[in-house]
C-alpha cells in the first residue's frame, strides 16, 4: 500500500526574504546623502591637457561603443578570446599604434606600448591601462567586459593622440595590457609571472557596476577540492566493514557551516559535494568537494585557508577515511589593495564628467566579489573602481547585466571611464608629488608581496 499526499500551499518552497537586503539598502541611501570622497588636493596634469583628453575622447566615442557592441555579440570564455584580442588589436593599428597579441605566457593576451617625452630614460615613470574582455559560459558579458575593455582601449587611444601631436603631452610610457581570463580564473596571474607588471609604476581599471564608488571591496579567493577515500561494503549485510567516504564529505560540509560563526563578516566559503556514491546500497569509498574560500585580506585569507583544511582532516579522522587536499588548480585571487593617492584623481576625473564616486563601505562589504586584479595590486599601486551602468538591483552575471553592458548607460560610461583612466594616468606623469605618494603609499601599506609563494 502506498499513501501520496498533497503539499500544503507553500510547503513545497520557502520563500527567500528580502528584509536584509532593504536593510541594506536604507541604509546605503542614508549614506549617500551624507558621504563624500574627499577628492585629491593635488595638482595633476595642465587644465589645457584635460581638455585636449576630453576631446579625443569624445572624437573616439563612436568607435569604441561599436567595439563595445561587436564583442557583445561575439562573447568569448576564458582563455579562447582569440576573436576579441584581435579586435581590439585591429582598432589599434587603424590608428597606427602596434599590439602584440599572444604575449606573456597567454595567446590572448595583448600588450601596446605609448612613448611620449622622455621615455628613452632608465626611470622614465611608466603605467599601464587594463583591459578585460573574457565573458561567461551561457552569460555572455553578464559582468561588463566589453565595457572594460573599450573603457582601457578608449583611454590608451586618447593618450596616444595626445602623445602623437605634442610627446611632451605623455612625459614617459604607457602600456596598454588586454587580460584575458578573468573569469574564474587568474589571467593577471598567469601574465604577472611572465613579466607583463614588471617595471610598471602603477596598473589602472575600471569595472562597471550598478553605483558609482571610488572603491569598492573585493575579496581574495581561494579554490580547494577535497577527496576522501574509504572503503566500500554492503551496506546492509556488512556496513561495519566498510569507511564511509560520504559520512567525511558530510561532516567537511556541516563543519564548514558551522566555522562560519567564528569567521569574519565578510569571509565566505562555498562548497559542493560533487560526488558521494552511485547506489544507497553500497557504502561509498570515494567522496569529493569543490570549494571556494575568500575572506577581505592576503592575511586572513590564508588563516581561512588553515582553517578549512583542518575541517577537512578532522572530517576524514572522524569518518575513519584518508583525505587528499589540493589547493588552486588555478592561481588564487588576492585582495584588492586600492591606492587612495590614485583613487583621489580618479574621483575627480569622474566628477568633471557628472559623476559623484562614492567613497568605501557607503555599499556594504559583504556584497563583494573577486577579481584577479588583486594579484596586480599587490605588485605594483593600483585603483579598480566601478563605474554606473544599470540600477543597482541588477546583479552582476546575469543576463540582465548582459544587457545593461550594451544600454544607453554603458556607452556614457565607456567614454567617461575612458576619460576617468586617461586623466588619472595623465596626473601622475605630469605630477611629481602625486608620482611620489602613491609609491609612498604602497610601500606604507606593506608593499609588494611574492604573490606565487604567499600561501605556501
Known amino acids: 500500500m502506498s499513501f501520496e499526499s498533497t503539499p500544503r500551499d507553500g510547503a513545497q518552497h520557502t520563500e527567500v526574504s528580502t528584509a536584509y ?26 587644465e589645457a ?48 599604434v602596434e599590439a602584440q597579441v599572444g604575449v606573456h605566457g597567454l595567446d590572448t593576451a595583448l600588450r601596446a606600448e605609448i612613448r611620449g617625452a622622455g621615455a628613452d630614460r632608465e626611470d622614465a615613470p611608466t603605467y599601464a591601462i587594463l583591459s578585460e574582455y573574457d565573458a561567461l559560459p551561457g552569460v555572455g558579458h553578464g559582468c561588463g567586459h566589453n ?33 584575458p581570463a578573468e573569469e574564474g580564473h587568474t589571467g593577471k596571474e598567469h601574465m604577472a609571472r611572465e613579466g607583463a607588471f614588471g617595471g610598471l609604476d602603477a596598473a589602472v581599471m575600471a569595472h562597471p557596476y550598478g553605483y558609482d564608488l571610488a572603491d569598492q571591496t573585493w575579496l581574495g579567493r581561494r579554490t580547494l577540492t577535497v577527496e576522501f577515500h574509504g572503503h566500500t561494503a554492503h551496506a546492509s549485510a556488512q556496513p561495519y566493514m566498510g569507511r564511509n567516504a560520504l559520512d567525511a564529505a558530510s561532516l567537511m560540509y556541516q563543519g564548514i557551516g558551522l566555522m562560519r560563526q567564528q569567521t569574519p563578516p565578510t569571509d565566505r566559503v562555498h562548497a559542493v559535494i560533487r560526488e558521494g556514491g552511485e547506489r544507497a546500497s553500497v557504502i561509498p569509498d570515494h567522496a569529493k568537494l569543490d570549494l571556494y574560500v575568500r575572506s577581505q585580506r592576503p592575511e586572513t585569507l590564508k588563516e581561512l585557508s588553515r582553517r578549512v583544511e583542518d575541517v577537512a582532516r578532522g572530517a576524514a579522522l572522524m569518518a575513519g577515511v584518508g583525505v587528499s587536499i589540493h589547493w588552486d588548480e588555478h592561481p588564487p585571487s588576492l585582495p584588492v589593495r586600492t591606492n587612495e593617492s590614485l583613487t583621489g584623481r580618479w574621483v575627480l576625473s569622474q566628477r568633471r564628467r557628472g559623476r559623484d564616486p562614492l567613497p568605501h563601505g557607503v555599499v556594504s562589504p559583504s556584497l563583494a566579489a573577486s577579481t584577479d586584479f588583486g594579484n596586480v595590486s599587490y605588485r605594483i599601486p593600483g585603483i579598480h573602481p566601478v563605474i554606473r551602468i544599470s540600477s543597482p538591483e541588477v546583479a552582476l552575471h546575469t543576463r540582465e547585466f548582459a544587457a545593461a553592458a550594451v544600454g544607453e548607460d554603458a556607452r556614457t560610461a565607456a567614454a567617461d571611464g575612458a576619460y576617468g583612466l586617461a586623466a588619472t594616468v595623465l596626473d601622475s606623469l ?27
Open 430 to 456: 605630469h605630477d611629481p608629488a602625486l608620482a611620489a605618494a602613491v609609491t609612498e603609499e604602497f610601500a606604507a601599506a606593506g608593499g609588494a608581496i611574492d604573490v606565487p609563494s604567499y600561501f605556501d
Open 147 to 179: 565595457v572594460i575593455a573599450v573603457m582601457g582601449l578608449g583611454a590608451f587611444l586618447a593618450l596616444a593622440a595626445l602623445a602623437t601631436a605634442d610627446p611632451s603631452a605623455v612625459p614617459g610610457r604607457v602600456v596598454l595590457l588586454g587580460t
Open 21 to 46: 537586503l532593504r536593510q541594506l539598502d536604507e541604509e546605503r541611501e542614508t549614506s549617500m546623502r551624507t558621504s563624500s570622497h574627499p577628492g585629491s588636493s593635488f595638482a595633476g596634469a595642465p
Open 49 to 96: 591637457l584635460h581638455e585636449q583628453l576630453e576631446q579625443q575622447v569624445a572624437a573616439g566615442a563612436e568607435e569604441m561603443v561599436a567595439l563595445m557592441l561587436d564583442l557583445a555579440e561575439h562573447p568569448e570564455v576564458a582563455f579562447e578570446e582569440h576573436r576579441s584580442a584581435r579586435a581590439i588589436a585591429d582598432v589599434l593599428a587603424a590608428h597606427g
